[in-house]
């Protein structure tokens, strides 16, 4: 199987890392946690030494403290995954590497103020940690692995699909032209730190959405690679039958098995 970069979104609960940790159900898989809360899920079917759990835990600006080594440990630990025996490498929740980004920024200058920074340079460096992150992700997939990324999401203004809206109450200008504003639609968007998010989407694959139906003991999770009308959802896999994708069983086998 060749190498992939897949992006997972939804909100909390259903099932991001549920498709996730499932990678361990079909191939080695190793795991890096940004988030320590979620090491009991994942070792529940994954093996302790293919967890890691990497954070911030001096990053205390209240307390004065701006310790930040997990940015740095990241990116060693995902350049040690390319000769590693793992098929499948899972970074949840991948969002949170921007604040470790943004702790590695602001740490020399003992601030949580991206705005302490003059000229945007904190957001300008931002972007330029993210974009090395992601080619990371990419190095692994040019190495056969397949890396699924969950990220928490944020219901936000997606630059580039607007439609220009007549002003209320202001119908012509002074020349005598409709007076309107660009207004963005809204999208189901990654939560980064910058306007980064609105060029993620392109490092990947496929982008996935995580959907839930009925509740209770009859609730059931999918993930569908199609884009709706407040998701960033989208792909450049092909499948087997297209038109019976849209609810795919939310797990890394059951996606595999649509694949062509």
Same mark, same amino acid.
């Given at each position: 199987?060749?190498?992939?970069?897949?992006?997972?979104?939804?909100?909390?609960? =259903?099932?991001?890392?549920?498709? $996730?940790?499932?990678?361990?159900?079909?191939?080695?898989?190793? #795991?890096?946690?940004?988030?320590?809360?979620?090491?009991?899920?994942?070792?529940?079917?994954?093996?302790?030494?293919?967890? #890691?759990?990497?954070?911030?835990?001096?990053?205390?600006?209240?307390?004065?403290?701006?310790?930040?080594?997990?940015?740095?440990?990241?990116?060693?630990?995902?350049?040690?995954?390319?000769?590693?025996?793992?098929?499948?490498?899972?970074?949840?929740?991948?969002? &949170?590497?921007?604040?470790?980004?943004?702790?590695?920024?602001?740490?020399?200058?003992? =601030?949580?103020?991206?705005?302490?920074?003059?000229?945007?340079?904190?957001?300008?460096?931002?972007?330029?940690?993210?974009?090395?992150?992601?080619?990371?992700?990419?190095?692994?997939? $040019?190495?056969?692995?397949?890396?699924?990324?969950?990220?928490?999401?944020?219901?936000? &203004?997606?630059?580039?699909?607007? !439609?220009?809206?007549?002003?209320?109450?202001?119908?012509?200008?002074?020349?005598?032209?409709?007076?309107? &504003?660009?207004?963005?639609?809204?999208?189901?968007?990654?939560?980064?730190?910058?306007?980064?998010? !609105?060029?993620?989407?392109?490092?990947?694959?496929?982008?996935?959405?995580?959907?839930?139906?009925?509740?209770?003991?009859?609730?059931?999770?999918?993930?569908?690679?199609?884009?709706?009308?407040?998701?960033? $959802?989208? =792909?450049?896999?092909?499948?087997?039958?297209? $038109?019976?994708?849209?609810?795919?069983?939310?797990?890394?086998?059951?996606?595999?098995?649509?694949?062509?």
């Amino acid at each position: 199987m060749s190498g992939k970069l897949i992006g997972v979104l939804g909100i909390p609960g =259903t099932g991001k890392s549920h498709f $996730a940790r499932s990678c361990a159900e079909v191939g080695p898989t190793s #795991a890096l946690l940004l988030d320590p809360g979620e090491r009991e899920f994942y070792e529940r079917l994954l093996a302790p030494d293919r967890v #890691a759990v990497l954070w911030d835990e001096g990053w205390r600006p209240f307390f004065g403290e701006y310790q930040a080594t997990a940015y740095t440990n990241v990116m060693k630990w995902l350049g040690a995954q390319a000769d590693g025996d793992a098929t499948f490498i899972v970074i949840d929740p991948a969002s &949170e590497i921007t604040h470790l980004a943004m702790h590695e920024i602001l740490k020399l200058h003992k =601030t949580d103020d991206p705005s302490a920074l003059e000229h945007g340079r904190a957001y300008t460096q931002h972007n330029n940690y993210a974009h090395q992150f992601l080619q990371e992700l990419r190095r692994l997939r $040019a190495r056969g692995k397949t890396v699924v990324a969950p990220f928490h999401v944020a219901m936000r &203004e997606a630059e580039g699909v607007g !439609q220009p809206v007549a002003v209320q109450g202001r119908q012509k200008d002074a020349t005598g032209k409709l007076v309107t &504003e660009l207004r963005f639609e809204e999208r189901l968007m990654p939560v980064l730190l910058s306007n980064f998010r !609105q060029h993620v989407a392109g490092y990947f694959d496929a982008w996935l959405t995580t959907v839930t139906e009925g509740a209770g003991v009859g609730l059931r999770r999918f993930v569908s690679p199609y884009m709706s009308g407040a998701s960033l $959802a989208k =792909t450049r896999l092909a499948f087997r039958e297209p $038109a019976k994708v849209a609810r795919i069983p939310n797990t890394m086998k059951a996606f595999l098995e649509v694949l062509a």
